[in-house]
């Protein structure tokens, strides 16, 4: 158990529609990392916040945001969603921001029917 | 842009033999390297880094080897076990900003 919450495990919607992920960072970690990783694919960066402000962003879709709460649990929103938007999206907590290893959740599937 | 590759999407090997995972890289401002084993329904776990100021780190059964003239990166596991066949994962940061993962290698360590 890493100690990264994600939720939820599974999720199913269709084209158009808007979805929000969550997670809770491992206890005292400041810095939230959300990866997308699509079908046999590696993980793409998408966004990383550090205590509570953007510190830095990767290959993320203009549809796609996120955030940090001021408890430190994360969300990422995705809208307007395609089929192309299937993946597993996985969240990941570090201490800080140095060379600390990140710890990630088991992932959220996002299936776009 | 894929900065980050791993060129074997897959590799065999008996138990108790070497396990020589490759990554290679194209950015050469990454200074810091990690890789991540990762089972079914899993998330990714830490495995083992390497600064860019080295060219060896060991922990246990695992050594990554880091050639920055050839942008080539590696991890060795002896011996291997069963319990190490999983997906591992490369990845390269600079900064600590943005981290850039390659594609995976399926390691099966075979009885």
């Known amino acids: 158990d890493s100690g990264v919450t994600q939720t939820p495990k599974h999720l199913i919607t269709a084209t158009g529609q808007r979805v929000t992920l969550r997670c809770s960072p491992r206890?005292?970690?400041?810095?939230v990392y959300w990866y997308q990783q699509s079908l046999d694919q590696g993980l793409q960066f998408l966004i990383q916040?550090?205590?509570?402000?953007?510190?830095a962003k990767g290959n993320i879709l203009e549809r796609f945001s996120a955030q940090q709460f001021p408890d430190l649990h994360s969300e990422l929103n995705l809208s307007s969603l395609e089929l192309g938007d299937s993946a597993l999206y996985f969240c990941?907590?570090?201490?800080?921001?140095?060379?600390?290893?990140?710890?990630f959740g088991d992932g959220t599937r996002l299936s776009i029917l | 842009d894929q900065q980050v590759k791993q060129n074997s999407p897959s590799l065999s090997v008996q138990e108790g033999r070497i396990s020589i995972l490759n990554c290679d890289y194209t950015?050469?401002?990454?200074?810091?390297f990690l890789w991540y084993k990762k089972y079914p329904a899993e998330g990714p776990t830490f495995l083992i880094s390497?600064?860019?100021?080295?060219d060896k780190n060991e922990d246990g059964r695992f050594t990554v080897f880091l050639n920055k003239s050839a942008k080539h990166l590696s991890l060795h596991i002896v011996p291997s076990q069963p319990g190490d066949s999983a997906v591992y994962f490369c990845a390269a940061t600079y900064n600590f900003n943005k981290f850039y993962f390659g594609s995976g290698t399926k390691l099966n360590v075979k009885p």
């Open positions: 950015n050469s401002m990454f200074d810091y």
């Open positions: 390497i600064s860019s100021i080295k």
């Open positions: 990941a907590s570090s201490p800080g921001v140095s060379n600390q290893p990140q710890h």
């Open positions: 916040y550090y205590n509570g402000e953007e510190r």
């Open positions: 206890s005292g970690d400041l810095s």
